[in-house]
């Protein structure tokens, strides 16, 4: 069994709180606000009545219990580094404790996401998997801008919507499933189509933008306001059974406009007209709420100046330098 | 000669009917001669479709000599989301 910092602070005398923790854990974390008593891993079984277990991560303790049938007890989750933060700021953070524990992410990286501002144009095939991400991934703030409304043919590979939800606003259905996936987001709907009139204004404010749209000329306009505000931009585009997945305009790296100059298709290549499998939305989505964490974060390793390419076909990847 | 691996992907890949395809060429051939032969062998296929090219994973802006083992990607935009 679980229990959050936050439940923890409310029931706190009804617990023996054991910290299992080396000296050097202790002293770098340690449990203010909390009556602890020391205990090696095994003497922390014998300890009689209701308890809560703390390592540093909450995942020693978790399995702790399991593997030993501890009764009455439950593990901290996120540990003593999910405690310390909400003592010091209030804030409970410890349903993210498995991406924390990541170093590249950490709490420090965690607090980034939670303090960022997303804004995502178009919440078709990409836009979901993507707000479903970042919400799920503990982004603070979303930003939807859409002016359509869901349809049948929309249900397949736009996994926010269900039948019910079939001539409603996108961003509405989108908002209420994703309040579902975490209450504390904040979510901010533009029931507008983004152009060259309201574009740098709905982007104000914005630290990255999701190009989530389906016609070259919005990609070229959203490149246009990226540049112009320094905002950057994670493009993603599909056809068929590939995608294509690129940050843009990072201090002065390549824009869309720079990647594909005066770009024209034949039309056929859309969605509606080239056909897409389901599946296809959601991994090149995937891809780039991924890209957008790397980014928000600060990992290096990541698809600024370089275009990914993938085919699903046979599972070819591309990673081209802008 | 030289031997070139086009990588293909999106609408070239099925303009073409082919992941991959390997060209014998005479020395000197250019990427805008290369993208002139692609277009040939596509029939009307990729009519209006813009291609920008990468050679060995690096996009070039400017026409480009081939050499001898390079590799090809030629690069649409796609427009789906």
Excluded at chain 1, 75 to 88: P, R
Excluded at chain 1, 269 to 297: R, W
Aim: aromatic share 6%; proline share 3%; charged share 25%.
């Amino acid at each position: 069994m679980i229990i959050t910092p936050e439940v923890l602070n409310k029931q706190k005398n009804d617990f023996t709180i054991i910290d299992i923790r080396s000296d050097e854990e202790r002293q770098n974390f340690p449990l203010l606000g909390l009556d602890t008593i020391l205990s090696s891993y095994d003497e922390s079984i014998n300890v009689a009545g209701k308890k809560v277990l703390v390592c540093q991560f909450g995942i020693v303790t978790e399995g702790m219990i399991i593997e030993k049938n501890i009764n009455n007890a439950f593990s901290l989750l996120g540990g003593a580094q999910a405690w310390v933060e909400y003592y010091n700021e209030n804030k409970d953070l410890s349903r993210w404790t498995r991406q924390i524990v990541l170093p590249e992410i950490g709490i420090e990286g965690q607090k980034k996401l939670l303090n960022c501002q997303v804004s995502i144009i178009g919440m078709g095939g990409l836009g979901c998997p993507v707000a479903q991400s970042l919400v799920m991934a503990g982004i603070g703030k979303l930003k939807l801008i859409d002016d359509d409304f869901v349809s049948i043919s929309n249900l397949h590979r736009q996994p926010l919507y269900s039948f019910q939800d079939v001539n409603k606003k996108k961003i509405l259905a989108a908002k209420s499933k994703l309040k579902a996936l975490n209450p504390e987001v904040r979510i901010e709907t533009d029931d507008v189509f983004f152009d060259d009139k309201n574009g740098e204004e709905l982007l104000l404010n914005t630290d990255v933008i999701i190009d989530a749209t389906d016609n070259i000329k919005s990609r070229q306009r959203i490149d246009q306001i990226s540049k112009k505000l320094k905002i950057p931009t994670v493009y993603g585009a599909l056809f068929r059974f590939e995608g294509q997945v690129s940050i843009l305009n990072v201090n002065g790296s390549a824009g869309y406009n720079e990647l594909f100059p005066n770009s024209n298709t034949n039309g056929e290549d859309s969605c509606a007209d080239a056909g897409v499998l389901s599946m296809l939305p959601a991994i090149i989505g995937n891809i780039q709420a991924l890209e957008a964490i790397k980014l928000i974060v600060g990992i290096n390793n990541n698809l600024i100046g370089k275009l990914l390419m993938y085919d699903g076909m046979n599972h070819k990847t591309e990673v081209i330098e802008l | 000669m030289i031997n070139i691996k086009v990588k293909c992907f999106s609408q070239v890949k099925y303009a073409l009917g082919a992941d991959e395809l390997t060209f014998q060429l005479d020395e000197n051939t250019t990427s805008v001669d290369l993208e002139k032969i692609i277009r040939k062998k596509a029939g009307k296929k990729l009519n209006n479709v813009s291609l920008r090219i990468a050679i060995n994973k690096k996009y070039q802006k400017e026409e480009i000599v081939l050499q001898n083992g390079d590799e090809v990607v030629f690069i649409p935009p796609v427009q789906g989301g």
